[in-house]
């Protein structure tokens, strides 16, 4: 496959001044009539007329009304066209029935849809599809739909046809277009500008129960984006479609969100309080896309980061705002260490704008996105939130209806606050997840730190060189008072000290509060005072982590009993009922088995997923006996008895209940659990109930039930998948994932239940690396079978094997032969070639 450089970028060779498009929908055979107005761009010095196109059956072809016979390639075709401005058009013939790469236009559950980004267009029409390609869409669609959409305003309609119009410039990748029998929720919203906005979200008939919250979250976020960032909505219709069959969560087009149904459908009795909030951080980041993305867009796939790392941030600053904002971080980096990191300290590290690729859909990556969106809350760390509007606004007033880079986004923090950003900006073109090492010295009523930098080579970023990092310390007495309230340090050298005067005794560090950036921090801090008396909130649950991890990797090692400080600590917190409960639940939380063992991988251990399985079960014991007398107190106190409402507080209740419930079910093997699940009147306590059944071994009989119950929803029915999957012992994980791929409601072809029953084998950490190598077979097994169907979610998937290098030697062969086997598959797709290619180099 061909590598593309950012350094090779050159401008498309003409303008598109206007785009119109006609659909004749037929599942096999659909017509897709195009015209289009181009002319010569005079920023470009290639004329070369390339339209990319791909799995298109060209019937014709015109260059102002005459016949013309173009070269057509399996990517796209050329043309002589005239050195003045022109009108192409032409006449293709797609099958979207046949599209189960579910990219381009397509079929799920007999309506049709779309996706376009990064690369689907192609797939509709010959076109220049790329984003600075932009242009004003005018669509027709012709088909016996009851609903037919597109990007825009509605023009006009009539029986089997519509037409639309988007006056906003856009690129291809934000085109879209729904046709099906499809029913609708409405709402309206109207604007700080006084625009009355008809808003709707169209669900497949029997879903119109599940619409209201994600109305909400849209309207949320309508006001939201107006209140802290100026933006306003732009057109007269704000649509969302739910969509069953999808390969991401959801799509940002132009006033035509498409989603996945998973990211917008929800209702108390079949949506957990984690998939409200989920719903509710989609919505908004699609909708906050319509500014950032769409309004101002990328130049070129280099600078995704520039849409998603800073639409992540916003929509973290909006959940932040919603909900509480230390729960937020600390779940923001939950998930950071969790998916980036092992991203950042494998195979697969890049920059957060990549320099090269071979097929852009593998770096819609958790560092572009998660670490992106990290680089942006470190730049307003730096330059303060006052300069940080201003230079947003400076972004949004300079930039509008451009096609940007990261150089643009730099210039205007340089420009809004006079910084000098050069050495900043190493963040997006470095990878590697960078390691702060800190040591202090108390002389004289001085207490000095000293920071050393050290970002680890990797294929990507051979010689890293020092970064700007922003470290937020505080400083506290040894009766825990605050001496020193939080500066930010910024850390530009290998090595750096900082001293801080006038102590009249060794103070206690509290380092990287709010974890101000994402590195691993090394430093041998005070973690049982801290845990006891932080007045950083993140920080405080970073101590009680730092302990858990310390315990955890000495029991792995020396077979060490549980450290009793993190045990008194956190029964400390737990009882301490002026702390929010959502805050104490994330206390019991334990550091994930993948980062255990890249804790052990960085000291130089080899993992055993086995031990580090039974050291978390151990830990978990131990706990449960620490909180034995305070558990049923504890779980009593945090039942929700009012109506059920997915709010911050009720779900930090029941996170908390049914924390509680976790360690109760070590010490009544399941009676509590089996009493909440015959109880439960939503999906929350429900499926904790089950998940705590299976674990008790006793999970059967409310298997059966569960299934009989919700065996006709689609989305319940992921979670049962899922569940069983994830809650075997790790030696039956991959047994229960090939017994459930032979149940007859496995569609794997449905990315949502393929994920479900195959993802959740690779996040089943000792199952997946089972011993006798079955987790590696049965996963591998999947990914070529779905290959050939659909290559983004297998290559996406195979990122499973990423931390292969990580393990003995046994399990390094067996993964090795994996990845060959789907490596040496006939005809294996870009997408997967490229992932396995860099996971085994
Ligand atoms: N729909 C994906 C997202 O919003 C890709 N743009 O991140
Ligand atoms: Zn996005």
């Known amino acids: 496959p061909q590598t593309i450089y950012l350094a090779d970028y050159t401008p498309f060779g003409f303008d598109v001044d206007e785009v119109h498009l006609t659909f004749d929908l037929a599942p096999s055979a659909t017509h897709v009539r195009a015209r289009i107005r181009f002319s010569p761009n005079p920023d470009a010095t290639d004329r070369t007329f390339f339209l990319h196109g791909e799995n298109l059956t060209l019937l014709g072809a015109k260059i102002d009304g005459e016949t013309v016979k173009p070269k057509v390639t399996p990517e796209g075709l050329t043309c002589d066209v005239p050195s003045i401005p022109f009108t192409w058009e032409s006449h293709v013939q ?134 802290v960032y100026g933006r306003a909505y732009d057109l007269d219709v704000f649509n969302i479609v739910a969509v069953d069959d999808f390969n991401m969560g959801a799509m940002e087009n132009k006033g035509l969100n498409i989603f996945n149904a998973s990211a917008v459908l929800a209702s108390p009795e079949t949506s957990t309080d984690m998939n409200f909030e989920r719903i509710e951080a989609i919505i908004a980041h699609e909708y906050f896309h319509n500014w950032t993305g769409n309004r101002i867009t990328c130049r070129d796939w280099f600078q995704l980061c520039l849409k998603e790392g800073l639409t992540v941030f916003r929509d973290s600053q909006f959940t932040s705002d919603m909900r509480s904002a230390s729960v937020k971080r600390i779940g923001d980096v939950i998930d950071l260490r969790a998916r980036q990191f092992p991203e950042d300290q494998g195979p697969l590290a890049h920059p957060v704008r990549p320099e090269s690729f071979q097929e852009i859909n593998n770096f819609y990556t958790a560092t572009v996105y998660e670490k992106g969106a990290e680089v942006i809350g470190m730049l307003r760390t730096l330059v303060g939130a006052d300069a940080y509007k201003r230079a947003l606004d400076m972004y949004f007033d300079r930039h509008d209806g451009q096609a940007c880079t990261i150089e643009d986004w730099l210039q205007v923090f340089e420009d809004a606050t006079g910084r000098d950003l050069g050495q900043f900006k190493r963040w997006y073109n470095q990878a590697g997840t960078p390691h702060l090492t800190v040591t202090e010295t108390y002389k004289n009523a001085t207490y000095t730190l000293t920071f050393t930098q050290n970002t680890p080579p990797s294929a990507a970023t051979p010689d890293p060189q020092p970064l700007v990092i922003p470290v937020a310390v505080g400083l506290l007495d040894a009766s825990g008072v605050e001496v020193m309230e939080t500066q930010v340090l910024e850390v530009t050298d290998a090595t750096q000290s900082f001293a801080f005067a006038g102590h009249s005794a060794k103070p206690t560090a509290s380092i990287l509060r709010n974890f101000s950036a994402p590195v691993v921090l090394e430093f041998d801090a005070d973690h049982a005072a801290l845990l006891a008396h932080d007045t950083d909130p993140f920080n405080r649950w970073e101590s009680g982590r730092a302990l858990a991890l310390a315990s955890l990797l000495a029991t792995i090692t020396k077979g060490s009993a549980p450290d009793n400080d993190y045990l008194q600590g956190i029964a400390s917190i737990l009882r301490d009922d002026s702390l929010d409960p959502a805050y104490r639940a994330l206390m019991l939380g334990l550091p994930g088995q993948p980062e255990l063992a890249a804790a052990l991988h960085r000291r130089g251990d080899t993992p055993d997923p086995q031990a580090i399985f039974d050291a978390v079960r151990g830990m978990k014991e131990a706990l449960a006996q620490t909180l034995k007398d305070d558990l049923p107190r504890l779980y009593a106190r945090h039942q929700v008895t009012a109506s059920y409402a997915p709010d911050a507080e009720q779900s930090g209740t029941r996170s908390l209940g049914n924390a509680a419930l976790s360690l109760l079910t070590l010490l009544d093997n399941g009676d509590t659990a089996q009493t909440q699940y015959d109880a439960a009147t939503n999906m929350t306590q429900q499926l904790a109930a089950l998940a705590n059944l299976i674990r008790a071994g006793r999970g059967d009989a409310a298997l059966a039930d569960f299934e009989t119950q919700w065996q006709d929803d689609r989305l319940v029915m992921d979670k049962w998948f899922a569940l069983q999957v994830s809650e075997a012992k790790p030696d039956d994980a991959a047994d229960t994932a090939k017994a459930l791929t032979r149940h007859r409601d496995f569609n794997w072809k449905n990315p949502n239940r393929f994920r479900a029953t195959l993802g959740a084998l690779a996040m089943h950490h000792a199952g997946f690396h089972a011993a006798d190598g079955s987790g590696y077979a049965l996963l591998a097994d999947w990914l070529i079978k779905l290959d050939p169907v659909n290559p983004q979610t297998t290559a996406r998937m195979c990122s499973a094997f990423q931390t292969w290098r990580r393990y003995d030697q046994i399990r390094q062969s067996l993964m090795a032969k994996e990845l060959d086997r789907i490596a040496s598959t006939p005809d294996l797709s870009r997408d997967t070639t490229e992932m396995i290619t860099r996971i085994r180099n």
Request: net charge negative; with cysteine; hydrophobic share 35%.
């Open 94 to 227: 797609i099958d979207p029935a046949a599209n189960t790469a579910l990219e381009g236009l397509y079929q799920s559950g007999g309506m049709y849809c779309t996706q376009c980004e990064a690369e689907g267009f192609r797939k509709i029409t010959y076109y220049p599809d790329r984003p600075d390609v932009m242009s004003t869409f005018t669509v027709r669609i012709n088909g016996p739909h009851p609903v037919l959409l597109s990007n825009g305003n509605l023009v006009s309609s009539g029986d089997g046809w519509a037409e639309w119009h988007d006056p906003w410039r856009k690129p291809a990748y934000l085109f879209a277009l729904v046709a099906g029998d499809l029913v609708a929720h409405r709402d309206s919203f109207t604007t700080m500008e006084g625009r009355t906005v008809d808003l709707a979200l169209y669900v497949r008939p029997g879903d119109e129960g599940k619409c209201a919250f994600g109305m909400q979250a849209l309207k949320d976020s309508m006001a939201w984006d107006e209140n």
